[in-house]
Structures are given as C-alpha cells and as structure tokens.
C-alpha cells in the first residue's frame, strides 16, 4: 500500500474514533432519558414505608436505605400467610390470561392474516379497512355494551371472559402484523410444497408457519403484554379475589386519598420483570418480526 | 359442465397432435426409476384479468423427451410452466399428463417436480429434511426416503451438505438441493423454471451440462423453461419458442435456428442477433439476388421456391457468423467497421453497410480482425444458402421449409 | 322413571342446593386497604362464626370501583351490601344500584348513629344505608414545631418565619376543592345550595380564595401540593401542620410526636373552618335489600360490637355512638379529634349534580392559586362551567327521520350489492374467495361479535342522552351541542374545535417526534461495528416493558413544581424552575416528554428492522457517488426506510390521538382544561360531569370519524393506502 493511502487510513481511522464517541453519547443519553423515570420507580419501590426526609427532589434517585420491605409486602399479598399464596395464585391468573390471549390472538390473527396476504377475495380490502377502522375508535364508548356482551354469554368474572375481551382489541392488530409477516414469506415455498404434495392447508401449516416463527412470537409476545397490563377491564370483570390478575393487584395499592406507593412501586417491578426478561429473549424476533410486520404492504 | 364442453372444443381444434412424438422414446428402457410420462396441453388460454397471458398453446412432450420453452420475459411461459405445475389454473383448455386430464387437479395429485427460479428451499429444513419433505407428505417408507436421498445426494454431490440449512450454503448448492428435491421424487414430469439465472456465468455452464447429463441418465419427462437461448440450444430436444402467449415455432434446436419460422424466432436465437436489413427480390441473369440496405446477395431459390417474385420487398436477414471477409469473390456488402470486438478465436466487427443504414455485426475469423481497424470498410460475402427473407409485413419466413407449428 | 333420570334428578338437586347454599352467602364490596380491610376482614369471620352466614369480601380498586358496581349491579353481578361514601348516593340511586336499606336501619337504630350520619344516609326519610364511619379533615400539628394550638389559620400562616428554614407553616391539598372546602365554609360560601343550585359562585367563595391565595404567596403553604407530598412534608417535619383526613395518620410512623385538632377558625375575617363530613355506609344493592341475609349482615356490622372492632382494628372514627364508650376506643385521642372534627362537619350533598361541581370549583381554585385568575372572576368562570355540564338534557327527538334515513341507507346497501352481485364475474370470483372464506371466518366471527357490535352499540348511544336507567332518543343533539360549542364561544375553553387543535397538535409532535427520536436510535445502533449493542438495545427498550400507568405517574412526579426531578436540574443548572403544569406550554410539553418517552421504543425496533432490509451495496454506492453521511441518511436510507415504517407511523398516530392515559395522568387537562385532547375530554363527560354517556359517545363517534377521515387523507397523499387497508 502507498504512502498517501495509508496516511488516508491513519485519519479516517481518527474520524471513526470521533464518531464513535459522539454516537456513544448520544446512546447514553438516551439510555439515561429511557431509565431516569424507571430508577424513580426503582427507588420508590427501594424505600420503605417511612418516608423520612425522601421529598424527591434529589436529582439522582437513589434510596438513601434501601430495603426489600415493599417487595415484600407484595409477594406476600399485602398481608401475611395465605395471602402470600394468594399473591402467587394472582400472578397464575395473570400468567394463564396473558399466555391464552396470546395463543386465542395467535390462533384467530394467522389464517385470517394468511387469507388476507395471499389469496384474492371478496372483502378482503373491506375486512382491513374494518380492521384499521376498529383502532380508531375511542374504547371509552364500548366498555358498557363489552360487560352486556359477557354476561349474555355468561362469561362474566371469568378469565375466559378476560381472555375474549383482551383477544379481541388483539386480533386486529395481529391480523396487521402477521399479514405483513406472511407478505415477505416467498410464496415459491408454499408453492413447492404443493408440487410436493402437500395441500394448501398442509404448505401452509408445515412451510410458511415455521418460516413465519419469528412475527408469530413477536405478536403473541404484544398479545401477551396487553394482557398482562391490563388493569381497568380486569376490576371490571373480574368479582373474586382469587381471579384477578396482578396490575388489579397492583391498583389496590393505590386509594382515594392517600396511595402506597412503595408497595405500588415494587409491584410495578414485578410486573415489568416477565416482560422484560421476554423483551430480552425475543430481542432479535422483536426486530425481525417487527420488520415483517411493519414493513412491505 | 363449462369446462367439459370448452375442454371437447379444444381437443376438436387441434385433432391429432404432432405425430413426431412417437419416434423419440425408445431409451425409456434404462434407468427407470422416474415414471416417464407424455405431456400434453391444448389450447391453454389464461389471462390476468383483460390482460391476455396464454392465447390458445398447444405442447406436446413425448415420454422422456427434455422439451425446453424458450421466450423473451412476459411471452407466458413460466405461466405456461405453472399451468402444468397446477399451481394456475387455465382459462380453457386442458392438462393431460401420463394419459390423465389433471387440469382441475391440485399440484399435489398431478406427480409433478418442480424446480424453482428460486430454488424454493423450506427455510426452517435441512438439505435432507429437504428433499424428504416431498416424500413424507406422499407416505412413502423411511427406508425408502433414506435410499432415495442416498441416491441423489451422491449423484448431486450432496453429502457433505445434508445437515445444513439453506441459509448456510452458497447459490450454487441451494440450485443442486434443489434439483435434489426433485430427483428423489421419482416424478411423472420435471418442471424446471429458470434454474439457473441465479447463478453466474461459470457455474451456469457447469450446471446446465449437469442437468443434461442427469436427464440423460435418468431420462424423464422434462419441461425446462428458459429464456437464455443458450441453454435452450444446448439442453432440448424439442425447443418450443414462444412469444406474446402463443408458440411461434417449434423443433429440434438446430432446425430451428437454421430455418426459423419467422423474424421473431430468428433474431430471439443465436447471439449476437440475426442482422435484418429491408430490401426487394431482383432477378438478374437468372439468378434471384436479394438487394437492400447495402447487401446485394444471391440467394438459394429452392428454398424459398414459390414465394420469389420480381420486386417483392423482403427483410433480408443474416446471421453475424454466416458474412466471409470477400477474397477474391465479389462482395456482397461493405461494412464500415465502427469497433471490434476480438474474443481471440474470433471477432465481432460492428458497423453499417450505409451511411443511414441499420447497425450490422459480422464476425471474423481471428486472423481478419487484427487487421480490421476502425474507420476501414471490409468486403463481406454470405452464403446464399445462408441467407435468411422474411415477408416485411408478416413478419413470417419465406421458407417452405422451416418448420411449421 | 329410569335409574338414570333419577340420578340426574339427583345430581340437579344435588347443584340447586349448592346454588342454594351459595346464595346463603352474603357478597360484600368494599375499597378498604390496610388497617380497615384487616378490621372488615376480622369481622367477616365473627359473623360466619356466630350466625353460620358466610361473608364473601371482595377487596375492588378504588379506581374501578364505581365503574364496577355501574357495571355489574343493574344485571345483578352485583354485590349485596357495598360499602361506599354517602355522598355518590344521589348517582347510585339515579343509576339504580342501591335500594332503602330497610330492616338494616330500623327506626329503633336512629340513636344508634350519630346524627350528622343519620342524616347523610337519608333522603326523603328514607336510609339508604348502615352508618359506619365519619370521615372529615382535621388538623395535623407538629408537636415540636407547634407545641400550642393555633388559633387560626391565619395566626399558624404568620408563625412561618419561626420555622426552621424550608419549613411550611400548613401543608395541604390546596388545589383541590374538597380541602379547599373548610375554608370556603368558614368564610360563609358553599358549594350546593339546598335544592342543588351551585352556589360556589359567591362574594364569600371569592373571599375564601382571596384568603388561600394569600397563603400561598406568602411561602406559607406549599405549591401544587399532592397528597403524597403533604405527607412527605409532615412525616419529615418540613410541615408544622398539614391539613388531611384519618388516612395519614397510618402513613406516619412512630418516631414523629404530632396531634391532631378539629379545624380551627379561618381568620382574617373567616369563621370556623367547617370541613365536609363523608359517612361511609353500607348500602344495600337491589337485590342485597331483598335478602334477609343482607340486611342482617348489614345491619350487624353497624353495631356496638362490629364498631368497636373497626375502631380499635381499622382505626376508623366509627358512626356508632356506643363504641365511643368503650374504654380501648375512648383513648384513642387520634380517634376522638376526628370524631370531634366530624360533629363540627357538614354532611357532603348527595344530589348528582356534587359530582358536576367538584370540576369547576377545582379549575377556579386552581387558577386562583396559579394567579391566572382573579377570584371574583374564577368563581363566574366555574357558575360557566358548571352550568355548560348539567345543562338539561335535549328535548327527546322524533325517532321516524332517522327511521327513514336508516331505511334509505339499507335500500341503497342492498341495490348496491345485488348490483355487485349481478355485475359479471362476480360469482367466479365468489367461488374463488370460498377458500380464503375458510381461513378469516373465525376472526371475523370474532372481530364483529366482540368488537364491532360493542362499538357499534357505543356509537349508538350517542343518539341518546338522560339517565342511564332511562335514556331518550334525542336525534343528533348530542353532536349539535359539540360542535357549536353548546351555544358558547366556538374558540373558547373546552370548545371541540380548540381541544381538535390540541389533538392534532399533540398528535403531530408526538409523532414527529416518536420517529425522530425511533430513526436516530434505530441508525445509531445498526451500526455494523457497535460496541455494547445488545445492551443499549436491552435498555432502550425497558419504557415499554414497564407498565405506562406507573411510569406516567413517575413522570408526574418528576414534572413537580417544587419537588420535582426536573426542577431540580434545571436549579442545578442555574436556570430558574418552571411551574410545569401552570402553563400550556409547559404542560403540553410535560405531556409530550412522558409519551414520546413511552412511545419512542417501538419506533426505534420498527426502524431496526427496516434498515435490516437495506441492502449495504446501496449505501457504498451512494458513497462512492460522493454522497456525504447526511446525504446518504437524507437522500437514500431515508427513503428507502420511510415506506416501511409508514404503517406503524399510521398506526402510531391513530393510537397518540387516541393517548388517554398519559394526558388523564399526568397532566389531568391542566391548565384550567387547555392540555386535554378529544378523548380525555369525552373521558370527563362520561364520568366525571353528569355521567353524559350519549354526549360522551358522540365524541367518540367524532374522533373515529376525523381518524378515518385523516388517514384516508394521508393514504391518499402517500399513495401507501394499500398498505393498510
């Protein structure tokens, strides 16, 4: 290599180094913009009962004693002995609601999304307008006729019933994403799989599902986490202790005059947990399925 | 009810099909472990709402016979391919393979293999969950699965590759999995569409011989499409040219790029393109010359036999290989040499005959083109047994020879 | 008669008698926490034990639980007994939720109760409800800062300047009209009259906020004052009283010396500070008050007995007289200053039109303290308000036009689709649309049943409007009265086109700045050489992982005036700190900052997905075009990623205009309203005002009429309809 070129690498190299730098500040604030509210709530939830001389307004949150006490009055139910078993069977509600909405979302979204990507049909355009149009609308004006709807099928206070009212608000978001997903799928595979010998229905199941993995965790993952944040619906629907599911848990901790945020505080962690710990395993899904959602129309 | 009576009609428009068919299956003997079937269409109209695709073919492939449908993009021949597939469905008309009428049937009852332009590999399978997929979907036995891909992976060279995923290997192994996945299928007809544009030029070469050789071996039905004219050469046995959704010619490849049917076919085949120039018939001492556009030829009368009529306007067409630099001889054009192109054993001198005249391209043997120079003008002769006429407005040979669809 | 039929005769007795039994229980809601929920729960079990009656408590988020009981009681999912505040009677009982209480409250029990309660559970002579315990202000005092009761506020409020340094004279709740209360009534104002009329617009309500008004510029109380930094103060001695009900005392722990007085006088020409009273009663729903079991249950916890646990157990200022005399209740002195405050308070009116009132009054109150407004002035501004919210509702409409047009409609549907039906190809292409038919009719079962039909049930209800029980067609009056403003100023405050312009704003920058903010983060981390990127990505995701409720509520926080986060770093930046929630602007971007920080995570996994499919060669060729950075991002990734991000950007921008929470949250609309967009705004109506669903309805009709009517605009403009629809 000539000189020249090399002195040429020498300073690109020396740019890179800049640009990294800047690039890397950049990320950290963001970072610290994404986590400065979050280690509030961390702290919050950090701090026991006596608020001695914690006015918040320190600039860095930072329990001055942290102790477990809120995390520990939230596992245990907010009470002692059965209530802590409660508290375990709550976070059972919760996880069956949240698990079901997502596979009922999952299993009603992919053979419409599928339909909708790949095949001409009457309706289709309408059924999407439809489908966008269900997003628009305020859900402040369907809460009441919901409740009639559930008690007519006698589904009230029932995590059936939980589970129908989330999977519904989820499937016409499924339904966008997944049709994106399946869009990308090329359609040369399935089509190999007929010559092959396999039915529609067959190339469908063993060839564009498998190769559509990636959108189909990413939707149940949304499915999941609607659900499993849901709060107002929940206290509506749900009438026994032993059925409802955590972010009503959660609420209690919250009355008309005075709130207990520490433990409210430590709940919200317990929740966040199980979400983030899927966020980190699905990371690589979040994106590429995302992508296949989001993207080609 | 529709179906049926449009299904008679067609079969009645075409009464009896090319009776070549019958001459070309006497290797069916060896190597038999693909069924080998006839295939035949009629009168296939297919079109994409008022936008006509397929308008009336008519193919015939005789048992073990490797036809090969060649055309420019948009003529309608992967839809054709994809009609026989089952994957489209035809407007009119009808499917017959292997003496059944599977036109309303679903690909997977039509025993048919297919290869993908792009190759079409499940994603979420390994090379061999590959290949078995096929067979499992038909019940075939483990035991057998296992010997049957044994058999194409060794004769693909596979064997290293039989764990991997699609996403681990290179274009070249994806089109021989491929092909794999139809080999082990033991199929009535192998649909072939575009294999190999994916690949580059090398490997191209390499694998077109490969799938000859494979045909010849295991000898199977073929439907191949194409629209590189020198695969279409090299590997068919009958090449079926289409353009605009209809067949425009159809032989054995030489035949037809030596009579082509019409100007279409004969410009489509052989590269660098037939040089086309307008002109009229003369007769001079007795002897029909073609003159026009700066050639003035002698032409073979027997061939063109009844359509040679005094000052008939032709398209006077030769191709770049068929012009001799003029010795001694009387030249039958000068070409004002633009550029040159040497490929070493040979030339392409680029040029025009006249000042207004089309661009002309006529080869040279090497040793002629060192001394070609641009700016100069070469005296050319053709063979008048070379010399191509095609009707200006029809566009069809003047040929009573070349072969008739 | 088979064996078998008898069997299942057997085995149906066998679950009518389950049924039966079950039925013998008696379902009691409540809202209590901590030590109240351990007294109900104590006594629940008693009761089981001495009357064999099994008591089912189901412990209701206070946030659902009106919303509940509206839900589940009128289709008898209801409890039996619930406890609640005297005061939403008037609602529940217009809603039907609560029937007399009968031989739960025999004339023979009237001395039980103390009087006030007696009289807050009665309307017409009739109770509604078992009195349990009294709730009202009082006043807190730091022992050591405080050592002898104040006189007045006043004499307090000018003591500040003894205290030790960022110490407040009183701390309380002073932006909200409940606490504001005892010094609207101690200078002669109310809120209702007797017959309902709103009488907070008064000389003497003027007067009242003229005198808090004062107290806040006067550094003697605290700014923007939530109930959780009242407590903070007092509990860490930086209040030398704060004003607040029996709650907090359970908050405070044991290391601070602190009583608790009645409310002394005003002072500066006010009178004594009279708070409002709050009997919390058990009521009886319909169906509980044709249980005997129900009755008896509920009229058995108002008791001696049950009383005195509440008071020892719940620490509750029992309505019950004779509990008083019990010994372990007598000295409790925190106990006794609440029941002595509650003889001092005035019992909350329980007509409907209270739940109206608290709005204005609160938004006056507030802008008097802001000094957006004088107090003569706000106290008209809230007669305006209050007025606009309980105007009476259209006159009932005839129902034929819009028979007729329905009728039209139909006809036209069906001349359409038989045309469609019979234009040719349509049965080739049905009969090619049966497969895909066989795929979608699940979801669209689904989609239609529980979603469609229940917006569309909702949009309906935007024809009618009245009580719920007993709604009236009124034709489009409901949307009449939106858009023109309810016969006010088209431009004024609260006007549908001003809030429209809010939203399209609010939409519009959140947006802008969601895909900033996405596509900046997104390009940062595809870089091929990114060291710590799985990291960054981990944590630049966590907003959306943790639940917008409490993150919004963080946000809140950290917006505070004087305690907030925010505040402090601007301080510490030298900068001067900015009432955040005083000011349009300052508000609405507190509103932004909150949710472009929740929101901006989803645009950044949307943007990384789609530079993934951006093929490198593009931008090497781009670059070796003599492309710089900038132009390579501007003149090709940008292009090439915006089409795919487009959905989720559509998406995005229907889901931010519809963004309920974080405006409710964190802004709650302030200032004075100005910060609250469509939907927050159709929210107020549907539960906060009259409890005007079909108004409310209407909104929402509106909104999904501008969403759709938006997005096929910008479909259009983008040619990327297909995309979505």
């Known amino acids: ?297 | 009810m529709d179906d049926v009576s449009l299904q008679t009609e067609s079969a009645l428009r075409v009464p009896s099909s090319p009776a070549h068919a019958a001459g070309t299956s006497t290797k069916s003997a060896v190597a038999a472990s693909p069924r080998q079937a006839r295939c035949v269409m009629r009168g296939i109209e297919k079109s994409y709402g008022t936008l006509p695709i397929l308008r009336g073919v008519d193919l015939d492939i005789p048992e073990g016979s490797f036809a090969v449908l060649v055309g420019p993009s948009g003529c309608g021949k992967s839809t054709l391919l994809r009609v026989v597939a089952g994957l489209e469905t035809a407007d009119r008309g009808s499917v017959e393979i292997a003496q059944r009428d599977v036109t309303r049937m679903p690909p997977r009852d039509r025993d048919v293999a297919m290869v993908f332009q792009s190759y079409a590999l499940y994603p979420h399978l390994t090379v061999r969950e590959n290949l078995a997929f096929g067979l499992k979907l038909r019940g075939v036995a483990p035991a057998e699965i296992a010997k049957r891909i044994a058999e194409a992976s060794s004769m693909l060279g596979l064997d290293g590759l039989l764990g991997r995923l699609p996403k681990d290997m290179s274009g070249g192994q994806r089109q021989r999995v491929a092909m794999g996945r139809a080999i082990v299928r033991h199929a009535n007809l192998y649909l072939f569409d575009e294999p190999l544009s994916n690949l580059d030029a090398a490997l191209r070469a390499e694998v077109r011989v490969e799938i000859r050789r494979l045909h010849d071996r295991l000898d199977a039905t073929t439907l191949y499409v194409t629209h590189d004219q020198v695969e279409a050469m090299t590997l068919a046995d009958t090449l079926w040219v289409m353009n605009g959704g209809v067949v425009e010619q159809r032989g054995a490849p030489l035949d037809v790029y030596e009579r082509p049917r019409s100007r279409f076919v004969a410009t489509f085949l052989g590269s660098p393109q037939m040089n086309l120039v307008e002109g009229v018939l003369v007769r001079r001492d007795g002897q029909w010359l073609a003159d026009g556009g700066g050639i003035v030829t002698p032409i073979d009368d027997e061939r063109f036999g009844g359509a040679l009529t005094e000052g008939r306007a032709v398209s006077i067409g030769v191709r770049p290989h068929d012009f001799e630099v003029a010795g001694t001889a009387k030249a039958a054009a000068t070409l004002r040499v633009e550029i040159v192109e040497a490929l070493g054993f040979e030339a392409f001198a680029h040029g025009w005959l006249r000042a207004s005249g089309p661009r002309i391209i006529a080869r040279l043997e090497a040793h002629h083109a060192r001394r070609a120079r641009a700016g100069e003008a070469i005296a050319l002769t053709v063979d008048p047994a070379r010399v191509h006429l095609f009707d200006p407005s029809t566009g069809l040979s003047l040929d009573a020879h070349a072969s008739r669809v | ?725």
């Open chain 3, 1 to 725: 008669m088979s064996a078998r039929a008898v069997l299942t005769a057997c085995a149906l007795a066998s679950v009518l008698a389950t049924v039966t039994s079950a039925h013998a229980d008696v379902a009691v809601w409540h809202a209590y926490r901590g030590a109240e929920e351990r007294a109900l729960v104590e006594l629940a079990g008693r009761y089981e034990a001495e009357r064999g009656v099994h008591v089912d408590l189901l412990a209701i988020p206070f946030e659902a639980y009106t919303s509940k009981l509206a839900a589940a009681v009128p289709h008898a999912h209801g409890p039996d007994v619930f406890i609640e505040a005297h005061e939403r009677l008037g609602v529940y009982l217009a809603s039907g939720l609560v029937a007399p209480v009968g031989d739960a409250f025999p004339d023979v029990d009237v001395t039980r109760y103390d009087a006030t309660a007696v009289r807050a559970v009665t309307i017409d002579g009739v109770r509604f409800a078992v009195p349990l315990a009294n709730k009202c202000l009082a006043l807190y005092v730091n022992d050591a800062l405080v050592p002898e009761s104040p006189s007045s506020i006043d004499a307090l409020a000018k003591r500040a300047p003894t205290f030790p340094p960022g110490t407040y004279a009183l701390a309380y709740e002073a932006q909200s009209a409940y606490f504001h209360a005892p010094f609207l009534h101690a200078f002669g104002g109310a809120m209702l009259t007797d017959d309902g009329r709103f009488a907070f617009a008064s000389a003497e309500s003027a007067r009242s906020l003229a005198f808090v008004r004062d107290l806040a510029r006067s550094s003697a109380v605290p700014e923007e004052p939530s109930g959780d930094l009242v407590t903070k103060l007092f509990a860490s001695g930086h209040a030398a009283a704060v004003i607040s009900g029996p709650w907090l005392s359970s908050e405070l722990g044991e290391a601070l010396k602190y009583r608790i007085e009645p409310l002394p006088d005003a002072g500066a020409g006010g009178g004594r500070m009279r708070p409002f009273l709050t009997v919390e009663g058990a009521f009886t729903t319909p169906t509980g008050a044709t249980r005997d079991e129900a009755r008896a249950f509920a009229r058995w916890l108002g008791g001696d007995a049950s009383a005195v646990v509440r008071a020892t157990v719940g620490q509750q200022v029992v309505a019950n007289v004779a509990a008083w005399s019990d010994p372990r209740v007598a000295a409790n002195a925190h106990l006794r200053a609440f029941h002595e405050a509650a003889a001092n308070a005035l019992p909350m009116p329980t007509s409907t039109r209270m739940r109206a009132a608290w709005e204005p009054a609160n938004k006056a109150i507030q802008k008097v303290l802001r000094g957006d407004a004088e107090p003569a002035d706000a106290v008209l501004e809230a007669q305006h308000r209050f007025d606009d919210a309980t105007r009476p509702p259209p006159a009932p409409a005839s129902p034929t036009p819009a028979l007729l047009i329905l009728g039209a409609l139909l006809t036209a549907l069906a001349f359409f689709g038989v045309k469609r039906a019979r234009a040719p190809g349509f049965g080739a292409e049905l009969r090619a649309s049966v497969p895909a038919y066989k795929y979608v009719v699940h979801a669209a079962v689904a989609v239609v049943a529980l979603v469609i039909l229940p917006l569309t049930a909702g949009a309906l209800t935007s024809f009618f409007a009245g009580p719920r029980d007993a709604p009236r067609y009124v034709g489009v009056e409901n949307y009449v009265a939106i858009l023109t403003a309810r016969g006010g100023d088209l431009l004024g405050h609260g006007s549908f086109y001003v809030t429209l312009l809010v939203t399209v704003l609010w939409t519009v920058t959140n947006v802008t700045l969601h895909v900033a903010l996405g596509l900046t983060l997104g390009i940062a981390l595809s870089r091929p050489l990114l060291r710590l990127k799985t990291v960054y990505r981990v944590l630049l995701i966590i907003p959306w992982a943790v639940p917008s409720y409490v993150t919004a509520l963080a946000w809140k926080g950290m917006f505070h005036r004087q305690f907030g986060a925010i505040n402090a770093v601007l301080k510490a930046l030298g900068a001067e700190p900015v009432s955040w929630f005083s000011h349009f602007s300052t508000a609405f971007a507190a509103n932004v900052a909150t949710n472009v920080w929740l929101g901006f995570p989803f645009m950044m996994v949307v943007t990384l997905g789609a530079l993934t499919s951006i093929s490198k060669e593009v931008l090497e060729a781009a670059e070796v075009d003599g492309a710089t950075r900038f132009q390579r991002f501007r003149l090709v990734t940008l292009p090439l990623v915006m089409p795919a991000l487009l959905p989720s950007v559509v998406l995005g921008a229907v889901w931010t205009f519809n963004m309920f929470n974080v405006v409710y949250l964190v802004s709650g609309g302030e200032p004075d309203g100005a910060t609250d967009i469509l939907v927050s705004e159709a929210y107020r109506w549907a539960f906060t005002r009259d409890a005007q669903y079909g108004y409310a309805a209407a909104y929402a009709v509106l909104i999904f009429g501008l969403l759709a009517l938006g997005t096929r605009l910008t479909g259009r403009l983008t040619r990327k309809d297909a995309a979505l629809a």
């Open chain 1, 1 to 297: 290599m000539s000189a020249p070129s090399s002195t040429r690498s020498r300073s690109r190299t020396g740019a890179e180094i800049a640009e990294s730098v800047a690039v890397h500040t950049a990320l950290l604030l963001a970072v610290a913009f994404a986590l400065y509210p979050v280690l509030w709530v961390v702290t919050l939830a950090l701090t026991s009962g006596g608020l001695g001389g914690q006015a918040g307004s320190a600039i860095l949150p930072f329990p001055t004693s942290p102790s477990l006490d809120n995390f520990r009055i939230v596992l245990g139910g907010g009470g002692g002995g059965s209530r802590a078993w409660l508290f375990w069977q709550q976070v059972g509600n919760s996880l069956v609601v949240s698990l079901a909405t997502a596979f009922v979302a999952v299993a009603i979204a992919t053979p419409a999304a599928y339909a909708i990507a790949r095949f001409r049909f009457i309706g289709s355009r309408a059924g999407m307008r439809t489908l966008l149009a269900t997003q628009m609308f305020p859900a402040v004006a369907s809460a009441v006729p919901l409740y009639l709807l559930l008690d007519a099928l006698h589904l009230l206070d029932s995590r059936a019933g939980l589970v129908f009212v989330y999977a519904s608000t989820a499937v016409p978001f499924a339904i966008f994403q997944l049709r994106g997903a399946f869009v990308t799928i090329p359609i040369d595979i399935e089509e190999a799989a007929m010559v092959d010998g396999a039915t529609r229905t067959q190339a469908f199941v063993r060839v564009v599902l498998p190769a559509a993995r990636p959108a189909i965790a990413v939707t149940a993952l949304f499915a999941f986490m609607s659900a499993w944040n849901e709060f107002i619906l929940a206290a509506t629907l749900l009438s026994r202790e032993t059925a409802f599911t955590l972010p009503v848990v959660l609420q209690r901790y919250v009355g008309e005059h005075d709130a207990a945020w520490g433990p409210f505080a430590a709940g919200a962690i317990v929740v966040s947990v199980p979400v983030m710990a899927l966020f980190y395993i699905a990371q690589r899904q979040l994106i590429s399925g995302l992508t296949a959602g989001g993207v080609k129309g």
